[in-house]
């Protein structure tokens, strides 16, 4: 299959350049925002940790040691992620922080958070020499399969299938 497919298969600089400036709404980065996140069951338990995030203790700390999120082994830390990729309740709260800032309690079906904001990255275009890479992996994917397609069509049209009717 290597030989008869992925050997047929290339992705010129041009087509790379074509497809991007094409489809350059595709390459539009939202603004985004690096958070951590506490979340509790209850309102006095979200005030407590609150209380000793504004004595200084640090944040990434009192969310192993409190939250009952997935992420508290990572400190809370939810990663980047832009509008509307996460609750509503999210959006509300960590965007309208600015690095370092702490939220106030944040109800949320899950129960009760606490945000920390730690970096923001506003919107963007990203670049052809950002996405490049990425542009011919996926230009490759499909070349490779209409190949593919074409490779199990020509053997088909080359087969000879007998049947043994003593058999059935």
């Keep these: 299959m290597r ?10 600089d041009a087509e790379v ?16 925002v690096r958070a951590r996140q506490i979340v509790v069951a209850g309102e006095e338990e979200g005030k ?4 000793e995030l504004h004595q200084g203790r640090p944040f990434a700390e009192v969310a192993r040691e409190v939250s009952l999120s ?9 990663g980047f992620f832009g509008r509307g990729e996460m609750p509503p309740e999210f959006d509300a709260a960590v965007f309208t922080l600015e690095p370092g800032q702490v939220s106030d309690l944040v109800k949320s079906d899950y129960g009760y958070h606490i945000f920390l ?7 963007r275009r990203l670049s052809l020499p950002q996405v490049r890479e990425q542009i011919r992996e996926q230009l490759l994917a499909d070349k490779r399969q209409r190949a593919y397609q074409d490779w199990l069509q020509e053997l088909r049209s080359k087969a000879t299938i007998e049947m043994n009717w003593s058999l059935m």
């Design 70 to 78: 997935p992420d508290a082994e990572q400190g809370g830390d939810l």
């Design 48 to 51: 407590k940790a609150l209380a």
């Design 17 to 32: 350049e074509d497809y991007f400036k094409t489809h350059q709404d595709q390459f539009d980065r939202p603004e985004q």
């Design 3 to 12: 030989q008869a497919v992925d050997a047929r298969v290339v992705v010129s």
């Design 117 to 123: 904001v730690e970096e923001r990255r506003s919107a």
